[in-house]
T-cell receptor, first 109, second 118 residues
């Protein structure tokens, strides 16, 4: 079956760095997305990886290893506004998104 | 970036009534739109894929006669929750992909509609 695994909750300190991991099993693979979702709001796009390696976008970076079925989202210089859920989603061979349950990130001062 | 507008943001209705939620792509054409439901502290659950000019494709376990989807144009899809009951109370979110970007393009989400059925 298809499955996306990511930690349920993580806690980090303002100004620090945090890495949110995601492992995936999909029928075929057409890329992996990361979305940010604040409570009560719709998700917003953060990144899309389809090739191995690290993609950097400001304070956020996303990494993909297709051979390992693994991705991570790296957040640097954490700010209080980064407190949110981070959703990992894999795109399968039918271009359907398979969503993880999300990782709730709690930022402490 | 592209904008998807969803309306209404909040709706409260009585049990047994029907509620319509609209999803519009404001500056791009979307041949396909997706409808999700999200319960508190849970991930997005795909309900159905809405295809312009044709019938929607429903996920297993989603009642197509209860959740009516219409995608009459390249910029508008509607979800109607018929004969709503309290267990239908949830956060409903639509999303769309710019047709011009193909199947791997960024998925843009509407603001979501929070439905409370009394």
């Amino acid at each position: 079956g298809q499955n996306i695994d990511q930690p349920t909750e993580m806690t980090a300190t303002e100004g620090a760095i945090v890495q949110i991991n995601c492992t995936y099993q999909t029928s075929g693979f057409n890329g992996l997305f990361w979305y940010q979702q604040h409570a009560g709001e719709a998700p917003t796009f953060l990144s899309y990886n389809v090739l191995d390696g690290l993609e950097e976008k400001g304070r956020f970076s996303s990494f993909l290893s297709r051979s390992k079925g693994y991705s991570y989202l790296l957040l640097k210089e954490l700010q209080m506004k980064d407190s949110a859920s981070y959703l990992c989603a894999g795109l399968d061979s039918n271009y359907q998104l398979i969503w993880g349950a999300g990782t709730k990130l709690i930022i402490k001062p | 970036g592209a904008v998807v507008s969803q309306h209404p943001s909040w709706v409260i209705c009585k049990s047994g009534t029907s509620v319509k939620i609209e999803c519009r792509s404001l500056d791009f054409q979307a041949t396909t739109m997706f409808w999700y439901r999200q319960f508190p502290k849970q991930s997005l659950m795909l309900m159905a894929t809405s295809n312009e000019g044709s019938k929607a494709t429903y996920e297993q376990g989603v009642e197509k006669d209860k959740f009516l989807i219409n995608h009459a144009s390249l910029t508008l899809s509607t979800l109607t929750v018929t004969s709503a009951h309290p267990e239908d109370s949830s956060f409903y979110i639509c999303s769309a992909r710019d047709h011009a970007q193909g199947d791997t393009g960024e998925l843009f989400f509407g603001e979501g509609s929070r439905l409370t059925v009394l």
